[in-house]
């Protein structure tokens, strides 16, 4: 099958017949051809993991390894080897209760591969986020085409090398928007995109054509709150992983804080110290990863200009270098209003709202008033409020005195809710996700059960009202 760079749509419609055709020769793959797949899968991973840290680097004029290695590259691999250890109990057809109503008929739901899936991925974490959902799709017997985003092409190119030898179970497709709007409107037999709100609505309208079940990974303004009582450097610390890994370009980075109002230059004063002591004081050979595009770094700007125009303060943890490249570090802002750009809009980047509370039901009435975030964030000891802020918000996840570190959990969904996304993947989730749970009632030819039934529906009728009607 020949891999095609920047496809025209036409070649697209072909791809996608060549895929179905392959799927529908082996609808059924078995645990060892699909354990085959996994293996050559990660062993190719872990064979171009320097080509990735290169590929990366270029493609965002400059990225960290250390943010490429936990980003991207280990969590393809972890992702692998969760896949392998549990497929077998997967694949197992789980037993169910098939009631008086069915007796002595057994129940069952078979796990059955769905087809071909669609995989449209974004630029921030373009190897994780192609080979994640892939993984899991393949996992439950499927054929995956994945779509990558046009600002990564070195990266596409390194994962095109990855893929080679899996070419009947893995397609790479590049191409501007044309293609991506295509790409979408093929029939899938599901569809997952991770991406902005706004292309996600397009890509749901697009799939709806095709009733194309679909998964949404999006992003939103995921909110960290910090208590009056947990040590600041702890939250600190967990704030500045979760907002430098990627520079912030990370659907599940902190957004916003809300911090004790008597706690907010404690809160700003630990931050820059404890950043400029990690980041730029020390040794580490990984500093921070560039912007990856020109068009991302004027957004951040205008969201800086916006902010500074509109009365905000900044508190940059360093001052923006002409000769730096695309680095922007960390600019914390305080004194911030509700017509600011940075309150609207989905950050994505190395700016961090800081606002102050009194009481804690301030926290959950603005976050409540908000569209759902993708992740919360909550740093505290206090049981008693931590299960307030769990019962009392929505999110599609949480972290308690982390950040993010919550996306990486193999054994447990990741997903969003409502305006940040829909559906899961991740662990046994994401294997049910791209397979179709089928129900197979089984009844034995040697007994007559269904002649008795017709011969006896009087009796059958007063039994079953006596025993199920209660």
């Known amino acids: 099958m020949t891999n095609l760079n920047h496809i025209s749509p036409d070649n697209l419609q072909i791809t996608f017949q060549t895929m179905r055709a392959a799927y529908n020769a082996q609808p059924a793959p078995s645990y060892a051809e699909r354990v085959t797949v996994l293996k050559t899968l990660k062993a190719s991973v872990i064979k171009h993991e320097q080509a990735i840290y290169d590929a990366l680097k270029k493609d965002y004029g400059y990225r960290s390894e250390f943010d490429t290695l936990i980003a991207d590259v280990l969590p393809s691999v972890a992702g692998i080897n969760y896949a392998l250890k549990n497929l077998k109990k997967w694949m197992k057809p789980s037993k169910r209760h098939a009631g008086l109503m069915h007796f002595p008929s057994s129940v069952k739901v078979h796990y059955q591969p769905l087809g071909v899936v669609g995989v449209i991925t974004p630029w921030n974490f373009p190897v994780f986020l192609a080979l994640g959902p892939a993984i899991q799709a393949l996992a439950a017997g499927n054929r995956v085409m994945i779509k990558m985003s046009e600002f990564t092409p070195n990266a596409n190119q390194v994962l095109r090398e990855i893929v080679k030898e899996l070419s009947e179970h893995i397609q790479i497709i590049e191409g501007e928007a044309d293609v991506g709007a295509a790409f979408s409107a093929l029939p899938f037999d599901h569809l997952i995109f991770t991406g902005s709100s706004a292309v996600g609505k397009l890509v749901a309208k697009s799939a709806a054509d095709n009733l194309t079940p679909i998964t949404l990974e999006l992003g939103g303004k995921s ?46 004063s630990t931050f820059i110290e404890r950043y400029t002591q990690y980041h730029l004081n020390g040794e580490n050979q990984n ?150 749970a089928k129900t197979v009632l089984h009844s034995s030819p040697w007994l007559p059960k269904n002649a008795f039934i017709l011969k006896n529906r009087d009796f059958v009728y007063k039994i079953l009202r006596k025993f199920l009607l209660k």
Do not use: W
């Open 223 to 268: 909110p960290t709150i910090i208590d009056d009582q947990i040590s600041m450097d702890i939250a600190v610390d967990a704030v500045i992983l979760g907002k430098s890994v990627n520079s912030g370009q990370i659907c599940v980075a902190p957004d916003y804080i809300f911090v004790p109002e008597a706690r907010e230059n404690e809160f700003i």
């Open 287 to 436: 500093s921070q990863t560039h912007i990856v595009s020109e068009r991302q770094y004027d957004r951040l700007m205008a969201f800086i200009e916006d902010t500074k125009s509109k009365g905000g303060k900044l508190h940059p943890v360093k001052a923006i270098e002409n000769d730096a490249g695309r680095r922007v570090y960390p600019h914390l802002v305080t004194q911030v209003s509700e017509d600011m750009s940075i309150l609207k809009e989905e950050i994505f980047g190395s700016i961090l709202p800081v606002m102050t509370y009194n009481k804690i039901e301030e926290v959950t009435r603005y976050i409540n008033e908000r569209p759902r975030p993708l992740a919360l964030y909550i740093m505290s000891k206090d049981n008693a409020l931590i299960d307030y802020l769990l019962n009392n918000t929505h999110s599609g996840g949480v972290s308690i005195n982390d950040t993010a570190m919550h996306a990486a959990a193999d054994d447990a969904p990741f997903g969003g809710v409502g305006n940040s996304g829909m559906g899961h993947y991740h662990g046994y989730e994401g294997f049910q996700t791209f397979s179709k």
